[in-house]
């Protein structure tokens, strides 16, 4: 009997269903990658990017006015269900979209979302992973804090 124990719990710890289990990096001390934010009004919004050192844009936070909504995307070569947004407050899984034709995964948050609040005030880093990606994680300067507060007046 012992055996046929001993046999099933080889079996589970190899199946995918424990590898699902796996836990996440420790992003708390996660350097931010080297690059710049920039902020500008859109015809809809405004709008913060982050570019990295090569000047190539790896994250975007959007405000679109009419609808009192704030965008968040990332580049992307195919769909994933979901973007972790990781921050030094609060962590949580958002249901994304796919653009084949801008290759960017987008999360839609509401304007009082407190995912966005725990965003503009991160101590140091906030990290967004899809899958099994690398984490992106990027320094939460003020840029962000204000297409946040634009979809908030």
């Known amino acids: 009997m012992r055996f046929s124990i001993a046999a099933a719990s080889a079996l589970i710890a190899a199946s995918s269903l424990g590898a699902q289990t796996t836990p996440s990096p420790d992003l708390s001390t996660a350097p931010p990658i080297a690059g710049n934010w920039t902020y500008a009004p859109t015809t809809d919004g405004s709008e913060a990017v982050f570019a990295n050192s090569a000047s190539n844009s790896q994250l975007w936070v959007h405000c679109m006015r009419a609808t009192r909504r704030v965008t968040i995307a990332r580049p992307a070569s195919a769909a994933a269900p979901f973007i972790n947004v990781w921050t030094s407050s609060l962590s949580r899984s958002v249901a994304s979209s796919y653009d084949p034709a801008t290759g960017r995964l987008t999360i839609d948050l509401a304007n009082f979302d407190p ?22 994680v990027v320094p939460p300067w003020a840029q962000v804090a204000r297409v946040i507060e634009d979809c908030r007046v």
């Open 115 to 136: 995912l966005l609040d725990a965003i503009a005030s991160s101590r140091g880093r906030v990290a967004f992973t899809v899958g099994t990606q690398p984490a992106l």
